[in-house]
């Protein structure tokens, strides 16, 4: 019910309620969430994979296959995870001192993770409507910016040092 609670509420994204009921959730349901999510979000692609396996093209047998695919598919999308919210949490971190808010690196990832719900969504949503891979990104960073920018604009500015 934590996973449904928390897509609701990313969904509802920049609104003020869904932030901080957000921020009240702890940095490990914040990964748990984010690996429930793309792996919902990869696992067509997954089963796609491992149907449509040519065993004439790879020197490996399908069922060596599978068991590879279904021990480092995981570990891959859990090393996405946490590069990939931890660079763009990082960029957030330069648009807060840009907007001269004052706010963790830890916050700004929580926070990262959520705002990255819908564009995701609407990353693979394009992919399957095959949408050019450049188009699909720059419609991811744009959506990301404008919740990011919306939602580091709520917290007050940082105070001035005399």
């Known amino acids: 019910m934590s ?3 928390s897509l609701k509420n990313s969904l509802r994204l920049p609104k003020k309620e869904a932030m901080f009921h957000l921020n009240r959730k702890g940095i490990t349901q914040t990964i748990g969430y984010l690996f429930v ?10 089963v796609f994979s491992i149907m449509y396996l040519e065993t004439s093209v790879t020197e490996v047998s399908r069922g060596m296959y599978i068991v590879q695919f279904l021990v ?3 570990l891959l999308i859990v090393f996405l995870i946490l590069v990939g919210v931890s660079i763009l949490a990082g960029g957030a971190l330069l648009l807060c001192k840009a907007l001269e ?7 700004l990832w929580k926070l990262t993770s ?33 919740y990011m920018y919306r939602m580091i604009i709520i917290y007050p500015r940082a105070p001035v040092r005399s």
């Open 37 to 46: 999510l793309l792996l919902a979000l990869f696992l067509p692609d997954m």
């Open 3 to 5: 996973f449904l609670d």
């Open 101 to 107: 808010r004052k706010l963790s690196y830890q916050l």
């Open 114 to 146: 959520y705002a990255a719900t819908l564009p995701l969504i609407l990353s693979v949503v394009l992919k399957y409507a095959a949408v050019p891979n450049v188009i699909s990104a720059l419609i991811f960073f744009i959506l990301f910016v404008f």
């Open 72 to 74: 480092f598919y995981p």
